[in-house]
């Protein structure tokens, strides 16, 4: 499970990752976007109310806030299991179908959505390894970290950092970060 703020390169990483699983542990390796649930439902009103793609990631920004209340208001509707279910109603059907199915969870956000997968991996005999990764950004050989973006990151990312098995991979942006990439990357 990978809490990755925002801008930070999940979609970037998440090649590299699934490779190095692949032939590390072997099995299949899928993605799995909490968020996505989330696009799919605003899709139609996104493209009526600002003509844009809710796909298009550079354009996020712009309707960012729209897809933050709407999964605010979905975990108050459903106590914080919105996404969740979505996910294990994946797990259980895939289960019926593959034999040595393995997910990457890009995008969590919320120490419950945490807790609930955790619950249902022991259930089910899988580990759950929680990575909270911070993006660096090397300007003029001075490196700092990127801050959340958004409010709701700033608010929980220090509780999901504490339970993280892994606190930050070193994720590096700017002029040097293809050749840092696996020089630090998969030193876990």
């Not at 930070?8 to 390796?29: E, H, V």
């Not at 593959?98 to 955790?118: C, G, H, L, M, Q």
């Not at 990151?153 to 840092?180: A, C, H, L, M, Q």
Request: glycine share 4%; with cysteine; hydrophobic share 40%.
């Amino acid at each position: 499970m990978l809490c990755v703020p925002a801008r930070a390169g999940k979609d970037t990483l998440y090649p590299a990752l699934q490779k190095q699983c692949i032939n590390t542990f072997g099995g299949q390796w899928c993605k799995f976007a909490l968020g996505d649930q989330l696009k799919r439902d605003r899709e139609a009103y996104i493209k009526s109310t600002y003509g844009l793609s809710v796909w298009e990631d550079k354009a996020k920004h712009v309707f960012h806030e729209d897809l933050t209340n709407h999964a605010i208001k979905m975990r108050e509707e459903t106590d914080g299991m919105y996404l969740i279910e979505r996910f294990i109603s994946r797990v259980e059907r895939d289960c019926e179908v593959f034999d040595d199915v393995n997910y990457i969870i890009t995008d969590f956000r919320y120490i419950n959505e945490y807790d609930v997968i955790k619950k249902m991996a022991d259930k089910w005999g899988f580990n759950v390894i929680p990575v909270y990764i911070e993006r660096y950004i090397d300007k003029t050989n001075h490196r700092f970290v990127l801050p959340p973006v958004f409010k709701a990151e700033v608010d929980t990312y220090p509780e999901i950092r504490s339970i993280s098995n892994i606190n930050f991979v070193p994720w590096y942006t700017g002029f040097f970060w293809k050749s840092k990439l696996n020089k630090h990357l998969f030193q876990l």
